[in-house]
C-alpha cells in the first residue's frame, strides 16, 4: 500500500500500561484502560474523564448504550456510565491473589473472552476463559501473557496468543454457539524469526488481523492465510492493543505504555494514538449475560 498518513494524537494522557481499547457503537466513544492506575479512561464530548476502580482493570464489552461489562482482577462487572457504580456479574480467579485480567473481547454470539495472567509475570500463572449467558468456562490454561483474543468476520475463528511463546493461534468455533469446535488451535503466525512479541489484535471486516507489537512502535495487518500485508508505525515503542472506531469503522485506535521504560525515554509513550486504516473494521458485538 503507498503512502498513509501518519498516525495523529488522540490523547494525550500517559498511561502505564493502556490496554483494552473499545469503541461502542451505540454512544460512537472510544473508552480504554491504564490496568496499573486502575482507570477506565475516555473522552467525552472533547473533554478528558477517567473512573478509578479498587484493583486492576483491563478489557470490555458493551452491555447497553449505558453500561459496559468491565473485567477486573476477581470479577466480570456490570459497570454504569452514568452512576460510575459497579456490581459483581461472577468471580475471576477471585481466590488466586497473584493474577489480574489482561486482554478481552466479546464474540459474535454474545459472549465475551477473557484473558488472566500473573501479576508479577509469573510464567503459565493465566488461562483464557469464555463467559456465555451466565457460565465461565476456562479454555486453555498455563498461559504466561494472554493477548490478540479477536474473531475472523465470519465468527468461524478465535485468534489469540501467549506474548513471550511469539506465536498466534486460532481457533475453530461451533457455528451454533461460538464455544470452540472439536480440533485442537492451529498456528497461524510464528513471529519468533523477526524477534515480535505479539500484544492485542483486531481483525478488520475483510479479515485481515491487525496486531499491537510490544516493542517494535507498529501495528502489523496479516493477510487471512498469515501472510504480511503492511505495518503502521507509531512514536511510541511499547505499543499494546488496537481498535477499530469512528467514522465508518475505519480509525484504527491504539493504545500504548511507558511500563518499564526510563523517565522521559520517549515522548510519546503511553499516549492513545488515531490512525486511518485506510479499510473498515468490524464494529464491536454486544455481550448477552
Given at each position: 500500500?503507498?503512502?498513509?498518513?501518519?498516525?495523529?494524537?488522540?490523547?494525550?494522557?500517559?498511561?502505564t500500561?493502556?490496554?483494552?481499547?473499545?469503541?461502542?457503537?451505540?454512544?460512537?466513544?472510544?473508552?480504554?484502560?491504564?490496568?496499573?492506575?486502575?482507570?477506565l479512561?475516555?473522552?467525552?464530548?472533547?473533554?478528558a474523564r477517567?473512573?478509578?476502580?479498587?484493583?486492576?482493570?483491563?478489557?470490555?464489552?458493551?452491555?447497553?448504550?449505558?453500561?459496559?461489562?468491565?473485567?477486573?482482577?476477581?470479577?466480570?462487572?456490570?459497570?454504569?456510565?452514568?452512576?460510575?457504580?459497579s456490581?459483581?456479574?461472577?468471580?475471576?480467579?477471585?481466590?488466586?491473589?497473584?493474577?489480574?485480567?489482561?486482554?478481552?473481547?466479546?464474540?459474535?454470539?454474545g459472549?465475551?473472552?477473557?484473558?488472566?495472567?500473573?501479576?508479577?509475570?509469573?510464567?503459565e500463572?493465566?488461562?483464557?476463559?469464555?463467559?456465555?449467558?451466565?457460565?465461565?468456562?476456562?479454555?486453555?490454561?498455563?498461559?504466561?501473557?494472554?493477548?490478540?483474543?479477536?474473531?475472523?468476520?465470519?465468527?468461524?475463528?478465535?485468534?489469540?496468543?501467549?506474548?513471550?511463546?511469539?506465536?498466534?493461534?486460532?481457533?475453530?468455533?461451533?457455528?451454533?454457539?461460538?464455544?470452540?469446535?472439536?480440533?485442537?488451535?492451529?498456528?497461524?503466525?510464528?513471529?519468533?524469526?523477526?524477534?515480535?512479541?505479539?500484544?492485542?489484535?483486531?481483525?478488520?471486516?475483510e479479515?485481515?488481523?491487525?496486531?499491537?507489537?510490544?516493542?517494535?512502535?507498529?501495528?502489523?495487518?496479516?493477510l487471512?492465510?498469515?501472510?504480511?500485508?503492511?505495518?503502521?508505525?507509531?512514536a511510541?515503542?511499547?505499543?499494546?492493543?488496537?481498535?477499530?472506531?469512528?467514522?465508518?469503522?475505519?480509525?484504527?485506535?491504539?493504545?500504548?505504555?511507558?511500563?518499564?521504560?526510563?523517565e522521559?525515554?520517549?515522548?510519546?509513550?503511553?499516549?492513545?494514538?488515531?490512525?486511518?486504516?485506510?479499510?473498515?473494521?468490524q464494529?464491536?458485538?454486544?455481550?448477552?449475560?
Amino acid at each position: 500500500m503507498t503512502d498513509q498518513p501518519r498516525p495523529a494524537l488522540f490523547d494525550a494522557r500517559r498511561c502505564t500500561l493502556g490496554e483494552g481499547p473499545l469503541w461502542h457503537p451505540g454512544r460512537g466513544q472510544l473508552f480504554w484502560f491504564d490496568i496499573i492506575t486502575r482507570k477506565l479512561m475516555t473522552l467525552e464530548d472533547g473533554a478528558a474523564r477517567d473512573w478509578d476502580f479498587p484493583g486492576p482493570v483491563s478489557a470490555a464489552g458493551w452491555l447497553g448504550r449505558d453500561s459496559l461489562l468491565i473485567a477486573s482482577d476477581t470479577a466480570l462487572l456490570r459497570f454504569d456510565l452514568n452512576s460510575g457504580t459497579s456490581e459483581d456479574i461472577l468471580p475471576l480467579e477471585a481466590e488466586n491473589p497473584i493474577t489480574r485480567s489482561n486482554d478481552g473481547r466479546a464474540d459474535p454470539w454474545g459472549g465475551f473472552w477473557i484473558g488472566t495472567m500473573g501479576k508479577a509475570l509469573e510464567p503459565e500463572a493465566g488461562a483464557i476463559y469464555r463467559y456465555f449467558r451466565g457460565e465461565l468456562r476456562r479454555i486453555y490454561g498455563k498461559i504466561t501473557i494472554p493477548n490478540a483474543i479477536c474473531f475472523s468476520p465470519d465468527g468461524s475463528w478465535l485468534y489469540f496468543t501467549d506474548t513471550p511463546k511469539q506465536q498466534i493461534w486460532r481457533q475453530a468455533l461451533r457455528d451454533a454457539d461460538g464455544w470452540p469446535a472439536a480440533r485442537e488451535p492451529e498456528l497461524f503466525l510464528d513471529l519468533r524469526a523477526e524477534g515480535l512479541n505479539p500484544d492485542g489484535a483486531v481483525a478488520d471486516s475483510e479479515g485481515g488481523l491487525w496486531n499491537a507489537q510490544w516493542g517494535a512502535s507498529r501495528v502489523a495487518r496479516y493477510l487471512p492465510d498469515g501472510r504480511f500485508d503492511r505495518a503502521v508505525p507509531f512514536a511510541a515503542s511499547q505499543i499494546s492493543c488496537p481498535a477499530f472506531g469512528g467514522a465508518g469503522l475505519a480509525t484504527l485506535f491504539v493504545t500504548s505504555a511507558t511500563e518499564g521504560l526510563a523517565e522521559g525515554a520517549e515522548a510519546a509513550a503511553g499516549q492513545t494514538f488515531a490512525a486511518d486504516a485506510g479499510i473498515r473494521g468490524q464494529a464491536e458485538h454486544q455481550v448477552i449475560l
